[in-house]
């Protein structure tokens, strides 16, 4: 392959999307929304911040103020399933609100398998020394931060059209 030729021009079945510069990560969940900011340069994502409250209006009010401090390049959104792979309710939840992100921001919004995020996040937050109840506030930002990861580890397969 010469080098004027770049993924662009790879066949797209399976192809990864990958992005550069700042992204920020979401791990939705109905009661909280998880986020995280990386870089495609240094390719590493940190916990940013926890978003309460179940309005809509109220979450994407907070997403577009992220969105208006980092000027993210793209959003990526963790997609759950069973561990078999196969869908569940927040699943769809979580496609509908990745669909919303990309309608209302207009930027490109990535879904990233999720299975086996949470796990790694408490683990992560273990090692880190914050265990049990201490981990509740931090959990849903490090699970996002692990989706954002996992991202770059292995660019994601399916973007929202």
């Known amino acids: 392959m010469h080098h004027s030729q770049s993924m662009q021009d790879m066949p797209d079945e399976g192809m990864a999307i990958t992005v550069h510069g700042i992204l920020l990560g979401f791990d939705f969940g109905t009661k909280r929304i998880g986020v995280a900011v990386g870089n495609s340069i240094s390719c590493t994502a940190r916990p940013l911040t926890t ?12 997403i577009g103020e992220l969105i208006r401090e980092w000027e993210p390049s793209a959003l990526v959104v963790g997609l759950p399933s069973h561990d078999d792979g196969t869908p569940h309710e927040l699943t769809r939840l979580c496609r509908r609100f990745a669909q919303r ?9 990535i879904l990233v398998d999720e299975r086996y995020t949470s796990t790694a996040a408490s683990s992560q937050l273990n090692e880190m020394g914050v265990r049990g109840i201490k981990q509740k506030p931090l959990l849903d930002q490090v699970a996002a931060q692990q989706i954002l990861q996992a991202y770059f580890d292995e660019p994601a397969i399916e973007q929202i059209p």
């Open 51 to 62: 978003l309460h409250g179940e309005h809509n209006g109220q979450r994407f009010a907070a």
């Open 101 to 109: 992100l990309k309608g209302r921001f207009d930027l490109p919004t």
